[in-house]
Structure formats: C-alpha cells, structure tokens
C-alpha cells in the first residue's frame, strides 16, 4: 500500500481538474479547488511522517529536495486555493472553468515534478506546467493577457525543448560502453565517471538554458515581467511559489548527475555565473519600475538568481539556498496576493497613481510592505537568515569578490524597491475607493498566514528541517 | 599516334561545334512542351550565318571597347574550353589550379560583355550590364565553393583531375554532397547563362531582360559572336554538370565521348523542362536562389571537410 | 544503409534552409511536415544498439507515431487555422531571406565544423547524426526570432523539436516508449494551444503579426 502512496498524490489532483472541466455549476468549482488544496496538504503532511520509498520502479521518489519544493508549493496553493474564493467571488462574470480546471491540473503537474526521478518523465511534467499556465495568464481575456500568454508560451517552450535536447545528450552521456543506459536520477550518479564528460557537459548547457528559461533567470527570463504584470496576482504566487521551484529543482537534479561526472565546477561556475547576472538585470530593471507587479516579477529574477549562486557556491550555501528557495516561494506568495488586492482596490498598476494603500487597504497594505521587508531580507523574518546563510558559504569558501558583488546587488535591490513600495503604501489615496474590493477574509487571510509562517521560520526552525535542507543540499555539495 | 591526337582533339573540336546545336536542342524541347512544332534543331547555325552576312552598324559615341567586347569574349570562353575535359580524354592545358583560370575566364568573357555594353552610354544596356554583373557576384561564390568542393572530395586541383576515374567510387562514398553540389551547379548555370528562372532569352521586354539588354546595340558578325560565344558557355556548363553527374566508367577514350554527348542531349532536354515548367523569379528574388545555391554548395563543402 | 541514413539527414538539413528560405507559409507549413515525415523514417533507420522482438516493435510504434503527429496531425491542424482565421499567405520576415539564409548556412557549417567534439559512445550511429539535430535546432530558433507571423513562429518551435527529435530516436534503445510518447504528446499539445493562442490573436488584433505584440516592455 505504501509502495503507491505517492501516485494518488498526483491522480487526485488531475482527476479533479476533469471533474472541474465537467462540472456545469460555476458554484460548486471553486470548492473542488478548495477540497483538492486541503488534501494535498495534508497528503504532504503525512509524506513528513511517513517518507514512503520509491514507486513505479524508482520512476517516482520523494528525497529531501522533492519534499522540499512539494512542501512549499503545497502551502501556497493551499493560501491559494482560499483566496480563489474571494477572488472569483470578485468577478462572477469571468468563466472560471477553464481557470480552476487547469489550477489543478497544475498543482498535478508541480507534484509530480517535485517527485519525478527519471529525467525524462520530469521533462514532460514541467511542460505540462507551461501548458497548463498558459490559460491562467490569460484569464483577463483582453489584449495585453493575449500579449502576455504568447510570450510565455513561447519562450517557455522553446527553453523546454532546449532542456530535452540537454536531457537526451545526459541520456547519450550514459549509453557508451559500460555506461548505465538510463535516465532515472539514482542510476545515473551511481554511475560517475562512466558518463561521458563532453556529452554531460554539454547536456548542462542545454539544461541550464532550458530549466534557466523556466525558472526566469536572466538572460532568458523574457517571459516573466510580462506573465506576472498581466496574470491575475494568485498566479503569480504560484508561479513565484511552485513552477519556478520546480524548475529550480530540476536544475539541482542536472547539477548532481554533473557533480556525479566530476564536471562539478563546470556547472557550479556557470550557475555562479547566471545567478550573479540574474541578480544584477533585476536590480537594474528595477529602477524606475511603474508597474509593481512587474516590479515583483523581477524579484522573482533577483531570488531565482540568489538560488542558482548559492548552489553554484557549493558548501553551506547550498543548504542555505535550499532553506531560500522555501523562504522566497512563501513571501512571493504574500507578495503577489496582496500585490493582487492593491490591483483591484486601485484598478490600476501604475505606481504613480496608486498611494495610501495603507489605509485604504488597512491589511493588504501593510502586508505588502512587510512581505516587501521580508523578501529584501530583513531580520527577523526567515529570507534574512537564509540570505545570511548564502553570505556565509560565499564567505566560509574565500569567495570574496561574489560576496562583495552578492551584498552590493542586495542593498541596491532594497533601496530601489523600497522607495516603490514604500510611495505605494504610504500617502493618502488620491481617488476614492471602488466600492466592493476591500479587504475580506478570504483574500486577505490567506497572505497573513503566510507571512506569519515566513516570521516563524525566521525565529525558529526546527531541527528536522535544517537536516532536511542539508540533505538536500548534500546532491550538489561541492 | 593519330588517334591519340584525334582523341584529344576531337572533344574539342565538339564543343565549338556543336554548341549552337545544344541551343537549338534546347529551344526544340521547349516548343515540344509548349506544343509547337518549334524551329529546326539547327536554327542557330542559320542565325550565325546569317548575321555574319550583314554589315555591321557602331553608334558614333562607341569606342574601340565597344568592338572589341564580343571578340574578348568569345576568346575567353573558347580558352575556357581548352581547360575542360569534356569526354574521354583530358583537357588540351589541363595543370594543377586550372579550374581558378576557368573561373577568371568565364569572368573575363562577361566583363568585356559588361564593359562592351556599358561604352554606348546607353541607360538600358547599362541596366543590364549592372543587374549582370550583380548577379554574377552571387553566382561566382557558389560556383567556387562547387569547385572547391569537387577538389576536397578528389583531391585533385585540376579540372580534368577532378572529372576523371574514381568519380563513380566517390558517388558511393558521397553521393549526398556531390548531389548539393550537382544542385547548385545546375542553379549557376542557369543563372551564368540567362536562363529562366533567372533571365528570359527569349524576352524582348527591356525592363525585364538582363542578358539580352546588355547586347542590344551589337549588330551582324558582333551580334553572332556573342551568340556563339553564349552558346559556347552554355555547352561549357553542361559539360561540367554532365560530368560531373554521370562520372565517368569508362578508360577508352570513343565510348567515353559518346556516353558524354548522350548526357548533353539529357542536359539540354533537362533544362528545355526547367524552362518549360518555371516561372521566371522576380528579380529581386534572384539574388536569393543563387545565395540559397551557394549556401548548398557550402554545406557540401562542410560535409566533404568532415 | 548507413548510405540511405547520410542521404536523411542531409535531406533534413536542406529542408531546414527551405524552410529559411521560403516566403509563403503554406510551403512553409508543408516543408516543415515533410521533414517530419522524413524524420519519422529513422526510427527504422538507425541501427539498434540492442536488437530484439520488443525493439522492433518499438521502433515501428515511434515511426507511425512520429509520421502521423509530426507529417499529419501538427500540418493539418495549422493548414486548418490558416484557412480558419484567414491568415495571409506571406511569412513577413525581420530579417530578410537572405541574412537568415547567411546565418542559418553558418550556424549549419559551425555545427557540423564543432560537433566532432561530442564523441559518439556507440561506434555504430551515424556521424552526422548530432551536427543534423543542432543545425535544425538552430534553425528552429533562428526562424522564431526572425518571423513576424505567430504562425511561423509556432514552425521554428516545430523545427527545434524536430532536431531534438533526432537525438530522442537515438535514444530509443533505452528510453522506454512512454517517453516518448510523453514527448510526442506534448508536442501535439502544444502545438494546439498556441494554435488556440493564434486564434485569439486573430481575434483581438485583426491580424496574426506578432509585431503588434509589443504594448509590454521596459
């Protein structure tokens, strides 16, 4: 029975995304979003107790970083799936069938790429992600979504296709004489340097191009100002909270199989390499940045950035990158959910005529600047720690000059998003409120739950956990 | 002795004269598709006739550059021909890089066309001079990279080297890149030699004609010069891509020239049904086909230098 | 037999600068099908690394389901919406036929120059195996950055996962069937969506240029 605990976990979400597709009364929808959240929430709960072993002979498994990222997305979709309701109660005039339909299909999608092990059935799923976000960004129906959904689309596609090209030159890498002619994960690093060095080298390339695109790192991170400035503020917690994760994962399984091959440096510099400019693209197309949500898009690219560093550092930044990636996907979420109340309070995103947030929106206001103090990495919530674990791994390896440029790209990051943030929040709003988007339970809740979440961990992390991030990190350790 | 001689010599003396009948080949298959009866087969030999009979007209701005285009341009082709192999036996001159002078021949022979045309100072033919020479320097590139081509795959510098034994192995062993470079030699040819789809020798619409308007101010035995002269280039390029497409089993020297004009006759019925079945380019499409044909050739050059 | 491969893959290379080349999109659309098709014969091809019942009976289910999605399904589906939303016939290129034909020519020359990099592990596949793949990649990506019209766009996405495609048939010694048809399905899938995107596009600008996509910038 427990040889099969995980595949529920994946089925039961897609089969009630058909149900959602079939189901003819828009009232009942958005419960079975809600029904399938809690399950998986709690589903994932029980997988912390009882860590079940491999199914379908190996091809799905949980280890420390699968349960890592399942963990994070499962939180924010949960928070998700609760502000769906205030949401879609917002405007009853928009079909959410499609909408809640492919919600699920996604959080389908996300599970199994948390638990994939063979490479290539993990490529699949993240495509599947792309194509069951399209819809999402699309849900506005008008012509800037239309604009949005095409880039994603396409550049998302693109780098997919370019890491299943990378993920056949890993399956090539295998298939020489003596070589374990596989795909799944543990089979490849159990194989070392029987991979052929050129053909992994090259796969990483490929791959980190490819899951690079998906993740948003720059430069292949086009398609996420756009995608998160027209999507409704829900998806872009996901995605910051769960898509891009995934793909962050993936490229953690691509880094292990090069560490495997002993092409470890190889692939631990260029990640250094893309981080460092992903960081340095955000801070610069912060600058100046009237539109908040995109504003928060390219955080989502400063963050992701920080991830590939800390990997690419090795050592105890790896762990912390591990502990960042669970930080930043929580603080997105309260991000991009309050970022979504501030856009239907004001009916606009233009930060020059948005001000006073904070008293217009007297929780959504404030909870978007202290997710905004969060996600810069201030004390005492949980982002400060795990950036000060990078810092320390950067520090710890006499990697200096990364620190230097790490710290620098950080405090211009909060200098430059702060003075938005801060003239969005403060003031006295210029218009008079839109009557009917206030702050309600459902959508305001569900970001003060994650932030309080997000301060928790910044006071206490528990043991088990910090185990967890080491066991995680331990795949790419250099 | 003499038959060595003759043998030689023989292939030679085909191709200046049966040239004008390759034309008249050509112009048949194109009335037999069109169907029409069309002109004999030896209509050109007539035309030659012909203008050389009648005196010939020099505007008064010409200069001696004028007159001296068509015979600088049939002496370089003919010269070009002396360095092709065409069946059976070698070329009469053939040395190590020889294909470079055939290439500078051929261009010399349109320079002097050009320059001919461009010395009446009229706006038209100086039209035409500069839409051929334009399409000339995207023709030259692929027809270099064809011959640097043949050289990497025969290793031989020569035409007449690369032509000979060991052609039929190599299609075994290359067959697809000697095909790329077949395919672009045939796009060089026609576009060397004004016919559709790059240029229509039949049209008489300036506006349109390329060739055709560059020699509109010769008239009589210049005229038939240049005819012959075409004609010349036009049997030289068939020899090439003949040769190069049948390769050549044979060592004796009569079946050989044999086979090689039964190839001609399929060459001129092959390019009576291109012209037949293709709709001129517009012009500004032109440049892009012969880009395309170099663009082949490379890739049967890279193919070779794996 | 090795002969016959050598001849597929060149084949697929010219494909790939027709398609560079061709200004219609229909021609476009049939050229990249014919690829497809094409491709789909290698399955049959390519030597196995290990040979067996099961194999051959793989190797025929990939090339029928290659040949059907790949020369069939995927055409079919853009001819339909070309006729559908009334799509001008022009591709409407950035960069004109020539300079894409000049860069698609090079990234084939460098491929096939710098793939011997890469050393086959089976002795048995054929050598211009990867330099195929990369140069129809590249095709694939140079087309998406040089088109205009959404629809061509959607063809260098289908050119780039026909070269990934020649990589996932070398592979299906080991890679088991699921896979590929994962892959495969995908593929359809998202061709489809993009095909429903078109259709919006259609719609919302009167016109499929992608040009007018640009209200979203920094």
Same mark, same amino acid.
């Given at each position: 029975?427990?040889?099969?605990?995980?595949?529920?976990?994946?089925?039961?979400?897609?089969?009630?995304?058909?149900?959602?597709?079939?189901?003819?009364?828009?009232?009942?929808?958005?419960?079975?979003?809600?029904?399938?959240?809690?399950?998986?929430?709690?589903?994932?709960?029980?997988?912390?107790?009882?860590?079940?072993?491999?199914?379908?002979?190996?091809?799905?498994?949980?280890?420390?970083?699968?349960?890592?990222?399942?963990?994070?997305?499962?939180?924010?979709?949960?928070?998700?799936?609760?502000?769906?309701?205030?949401?879609?109660?917002?405007?009853?005039?928009?079909?959410?069938?499609?909408?809640?339909?492919?919600?699920?299909?996604?959080?389908?999608?996300?599970?199994?790429?948390?638990?994939?092990?063979?490479?290539?059935?993990?490529?699949?799923?993240?495509?599947?992600?792309?194509?069951?976000?399209?819809?999402?960004?699309?849900?506005?129906?008008?012509?800037?979504?239309?604009?949005?959904?095409?880039?994603?689309?396409?550049?998302?596609?693109?780098?997919?296709?370019?890491?299943?090209?990378?993920?056949?030159?890993?399956?090539?890498?295998?298939?020489?004489?003596?070589?374990?002619?596989?795909?799944?994960?543990?089979?490849?690093?159990?194989?070392?340097?029987?991979?052929?060095?050129?053909?992994?080298?090259?796969?990483?390339?490929?791959?980190?191009?490819?899951?690079?695109?998906?993740?948003?790192?720059?430069?292949?991170?086009?398609?996420?100002?756009?995608?998160?400035?027209?999507?409704?503020?829900?998806?872009?917690?996901?995605?910051?909270?769960?898509?891009?994760?995934?793909?962050?994962?993936?490229?953690?399984?691509?880094?292990?199989?090069?560490?495997?091959?002993?092409?470890?440096?190889?692939?631990?510099?260029?990640?250094?390499?893309?981080?460092?400019?992903?960081?340095?693209?955000?801070?610069?197309?912060?600058?100046?940045?009237?539109?908040?949500?995109?504003?928060?898009?390219?955080?989502?690219?400063?963050?992701?950035?920080?991830?590939?560093?800390?990997?690419?550092?090795?050592?105890?930044?790896?762990?912390?990158?591990?502990?960042?990636?669970?930080?930043?996907?929580?603080?997105?979420?309260?991000?991009?959910?309050?970022?979504?109340?501030?856009?239907?309070?004001?009916?606009?995103?233009?930060?020059?005529?948005?001000?006073?947030?904070?008293?217009?929106?007297?929780?959504?206001?404030?909870?978007?600047?202290?997710?905004?103090?969060?996600?810069?990495?201030?004390?005492?919530?949980?982002?400060?720690?795990?950036?000060?674990?990078?810092?320390?791994?950067?520090?710890?390896?006499?990697?200096?000059?990364?620190?230097?440029?790490?710290?620098?790209?950080?405090?211009?990051?909060?200098?430059?998003?702060?003075?938005?943030?801060?003239?969005?929040?403060?003031?006295?709003?210029?218009?008079?409120?839109?009557?009917?988007?206030?702050?309600?339970?459902?959508?305001?809740?569900?970001?003060?739950?994650?932030?309080?979440?997000?301060?928790?961990?910044?006071?206490?992390?528990?043991?088990?956990?910090?185990?967890?991030?080491?066991?995680?990190?331990?795949?790419?350790?250099? | *002795?003499?038959?060595?001689? %003759?043998? $030689?010599? #023989? &292939? /030679?003396?085909?191709?200046?004269? @049966?040239?004008?009948? +390759? !034309? =008249?080949?050509?112009?048949?298959?194109?009335?037999?598709?069109?169907?029409?009866?069309?002109?004999?087969?030896?209509?050109?030999?007539?035309?030659?006739?012909?203008?050389?009979?009648?005196?010939?007209?020099?505007?008064?701005?010409?200069?001696?550059?004028?007159?001296?285009?068509?015979?600088?341009?049939?002496?370089?082709?003919?010269?070009?021909?002396?360095? *092709?192999?065409?069946?059976? %036996?070698? $070329?009469? #001159? &053939? /040395?190590?890089?020889?294909?470079? @002078?055939?290439?500078? +021949? !051929? =261009?010399?022979?349109?320079?002097?066309?050009?320059?001919?045309?461009?010395?009446?100072?009229?706006?038209?033919?100086?039209?035409?001079?500069?839409?051929?020479?334009?399409?000339?320097?995207?023709?030259?590139?692929?027809?270099?990279?064809?011959?640097?081509?043949?050289?990497?795959?025969?290793?031989?510098?020569?035409?007449?080297?690369?032509?000979?034994?060991?052609?039929?192995?190599?299609?075994?062993?290359?067959?697809?890149?000697?095909?790329?470079?077949?395919?672009?030699?045939?796009?060089?040819?026609?576009?060397?030699?004004?016919?559709?789809?790059?240029?229509?020798?039949?049209?008489?619409?300036?506006?349109?004609?390329?060739?055709?308007?560059?020699?509109?101010?010769?008239?009589?035995?210049?005229?038939?010069?240049?005819?012959?002269?075409?004609?010349?280039?036009?049997?030289?390029?068939?020899?090439?891509?003949?040769?190069?497409?049948?390769?050549?089993?044979?060592?004796?020297?009569?079946?050989?020239?044999?086979?090689?004009?039964?190839?001609?006759?399929?060459?001129?019925?092959?390019?009576?049904?291109?012209?037949?079945?293709?709709?001129?380019?517009?012009?500004?499409?032109?440049?892009?086909?012969?880009?395309?044909?170099?663009?082949?050739?490379?890739?049967?050059?890279?193919?070779?230098?794996? | 037999?090795?002969?016959?491969?050598?001849?597929?893959?060149?084949?697929?290379?010219?494909?790939?600068?027709?398609?560079?080349?061709?200004?219609?999109?229909?021609?476009?659309?049939?050229?990249?099908?014919?690829?497809?098709?094409?491709?789909?014969?290698?399955?049959?091809?390519?030597?196995?690394?290990?040979?067996?019942?099961?194999?051959?009976?793989?190797?025929?289910?990939?090339?029928?389901?290659?040949?059907?999605?790949?020369?069939?399904?995927?055409?079919?589906?853009?001819?339909?919406?070309?006729?559908?939303?009334?799509?001008?016939?022009?591709?409407?290129?950035?960069?004109?036929?020539?300079?894409?034909?000049?860069?698609?020519?090079?990234?084939?020359?460098?491929?096939?120059?710098?793939?011997?990099?890469?050393?086959?592990?089976?002795?048995?596949?054929?050598?211009?195996?990867?330099?195929?793949?990369?140069?129809?990649?590249?095709?694939?990506?140079?087309?998406?950055?040089?088109?205009?019209?959404?629809?061509?766009?959607?063809?260098?996405?289908?050119?780039?996962?026909?070269?990934?495609?020649?990589?996932?048939?070398?592979?299906?010694?080991?890679?088991?069937?699921?896979?590929?048809?994962?892959?495969?399905?995908?593929?359809?899938?998202?061709?489809?969506?993009?095909?429903?995107?078109?259709?919006?596009?259609?719609?919302?600008?009167?016109?499929?240029?992608?040009?007018?996509?640009?209200?979203?910038?920094?």
């Amino acid at each position: 029975m427990l040889l099969l605990a995980l595949l529920p976990l994946v089925l039961a979400p897609l089969a009630l995304a058909a149900l959602a597709l079939a189901v003819p009364r828009a009232r009942w929808r958005p419960r079975l979003l809600l029904v399938g959240a809690g399950l998986h929430a709690a589903a994932v709960a029980a997988l912390w107790a009882l860590r079940p072993g491999p199914t379908l002979s190996g091809w799905l498994a949980l280890d420390a970083a699968g349960l890592l990222t399942l963990s994070t997305a499962s939180a924010v979709f949960l928070a998700s799936a609760v502000y769906v309701q205030g949401y879609l109660a917002t405007h009853p005039e928009r079909d959410d069938r499609v909408f809640v339909g492919s919600l699920l299909a996604l959080l389908a999608a996300m599970t199994g790429a948390a638990l994939a092990q063979n490479l290539g059935l993990l490529w699949v799923i993240i495509e599947l992600t792309t194509l069951a976000t399209a819809p999402l960004i699309y849900f506005r129906h008008d012509a800037l979504s239309l604009e949005a959904t095409w880039k994603y689309l396409m550049v998302c596609s693109l780098g997919i296709a370019l890491a299943l090209l990378g993920t056949f030159f890993l399956a090539f890498s295998s298939a020489g004489p003596g070589g374990p002619q596989t795909l799944l994960l543990p089979d490849l690093i159990a194989a070392g340097d029987r991979l052929s060095r050129p053909w992994v080298r090259a796969a990483f390339a490929f791959l980190l191009a490819g899951y690079g695109t998906k993740m948003g790192l720059a430069p292949f991170h086009a398609w996420k100002p756009d995608a998160y400035g027209e999507a409704p503020g829900v998806l872009g917690a996901l995605l910051a909270g769960g898509v891009t994760n995934i793909a962050f994962l993936a490229l953690v399984r691509a880094t292990s199989v090069c560490q495997a091959a002993g092409e470890g440096p190889f692939a631990r510099s260029a990640l250094l390499g893309v981080g460092l400019l992903s960081m340095g693209v955000a801070a610069v197309f912060m600058v100046g940045q009237r539109d908040f949500k995109r504003l928060l898009a390219y955080s989502s690219v400063e963050h992701m950035g920080i991830l590939a560093l800390g990997v690419g550092l090795g050592g105890a930044a790896a762990a912390g990158a591990f502990f960042h990636m669970v930080n930043n996907g929580l603080t997105k979420g309260v991000l991009f959910l309050t970022a979504g109340n501030i856009h239907r309070a004001y009916g606009t995103k233009d930060t020059d005529r948005v001000r006073g947030a904070a008293r217009r929106l007297p929780l959504s206001g404030p909870l978007f600047l202290l997710g905004f103090l969060a996600v810069t990495g201030s004390p005492p919530f949980a982002p400060f720690f795990s950036e000060f674990a990078i810092l320390s791994g950067a520090l710890g390896g006499g990697r200096w000059l990364v620190a230097a440029a790490y710290l620098a790209l950080l405090a211009l990051i909060f200098v430059t998003m702060g003075s938005t943030v801060l003239r969005i929040v403060q003031g006295e709003p210029r218009q008079p409120a839109e009557p009917g988007f206030g702050d309600v339970a459902t959508t305001a809740g569900p970001p003060l739950l994650l932030l309080l979440a997000v301060l928790a961990l910044g006071l206490w992390v528990p043991r088990g956990l910090l185990d967890l991030f080491d066991a995680a990190a331990a795949l790419v350790r250099g | *002795m003499v038959t060595r001689l %003759a043998a $030689a010599v #023989l &292939p /030679f003396l085909a191709f200046l004269g @049966l040239s004008p009948l +390759l !034309l =008249g080949a050509v112009t048949r298959v194109k009335s037999l598709f069109a169907g029409r009866t069309g002109a004999p087969l030896l209509q050109p030999y007539h035309d030659l006739r012909r203008l050389l009979g009648k005196q010939p007209v020099y505007s008064r701005t010409t200069t001696w550059v004028f007159r001296a285009g068509p015979l600088v341009g049939l002496g370089a082709v003919v010269a070009a021909g002396l360095l *092709m192999s065409f069946g059976g %036996a070698p $070329a009469l #001159l &053939p /040395f190590p890089g020889d294909f470079i @002078l055939f290439a500078s +021949l !051929l =261009g010399l022979s349109r320079f002097a066309t050009a320059l001919a045309a461009l010395d009446t100072g009229s706006s038209f033919e100086g039209m035409g001079a500069a839409r051929e020479v334009t399409f000339a320097a995207f023709a030259e590139p692929a027809l270099f990279l064809c011959l640097v081509a043949l050289v990497r795959a025969t290793g031989s510098l020569s035409l007449s080297g690369m032509l000979r034994e060991g052609l039929p192995e190599l299609w075994r062993a290359q067959g697809p890149a000697l095909l790329l470079a077949a395919t672009a030699l045939v796009v060089v040819a026609l576009a060397e030699n004004a016919r559709i789809p790059v240029d229509d020798p039949t049209t008489h619409l300036e506006l349109t004609m390329i060739h055709e308007v560059m020699v509109l101010d010769h008239s009589g035995p210049d005229l038939a010069v240049i005819h012959y002269a075409a004609s010349l280039k036009l049997f030289l390029f068939g020899a090439l891509v003949v040769r190069l497409a049948l390769g050549f089993p044979f060592s004796s020297p009569w079946p050989s020239l044999g086979v090689f004009l039964g190839g001609m006759a399929l060459f001129a019925t092959a390019l009576g049904a291109i012209e037949s079945t293709m709709a001129r380019l517009r012009l500004d499409r032109v440049p892009q086909l012969l880009v395309a044909a170099s663009v082949l050739a490379l890739f049967a050059l890279v193919l070779l230098l794996r | 037999m090795t002969y016959w491969t050598g001849l597929v893959f060149v084949l697929v290379v010219v494909l790939d600068l027709l398609v560079l080349a061709s200004s219609r999109l229909r021609g476009a659309i049939r050229t990249v099908a014919f690829q497809g098709a094409v491709l789909a014969l290698l399955p049959l091809l390519l030597p196995a690394p290990a040979a067996g019942e099961h194999r051959v009976v793989h190797m025929v289910a990939l090339a029928v389901g290659a040949l059907v999605v790949k020369g069939f399904l995927i055409p079919g589906m853009m001819l339909w919406a070309m006729r559908e939303a009334a799509i001008r016939r022009e591709v409407e290129p950035i960069v004109g036929f020539v300079p894409s034909l000049v860069l698609g020519a090079l990234g084939v020359a460098a491929a096939f120059t710098f793939s011997g990099a890469l050393p086959l592990p089976a002795p048995e596949l054929h050598p211009l195996l990867v330099p195929t793949s990369l140069s129809t990649v590249w095709t694939g990506l140079l087309l998406v950055v040089s088109r205009r019209k959404a629809v061509a766009q959607v063809l260098g996405f289908l050119l780039v996962e026909n070269g990934v495609f020649v990589f996932g048939v070398l592979l299906s010694g080991f890679m088991p069937l699921m896979v590929e048809a994962g892959v495969l399905l995908d593929l359809l899938a998202a061709t489809f969506v993009m095909g429903i995107v078109i259709f919006h596009i259609n719609r919302e600008f009167a016109s499929l240029d992608t040009g007018r996509l640009t209200s979203l910038r920094d």
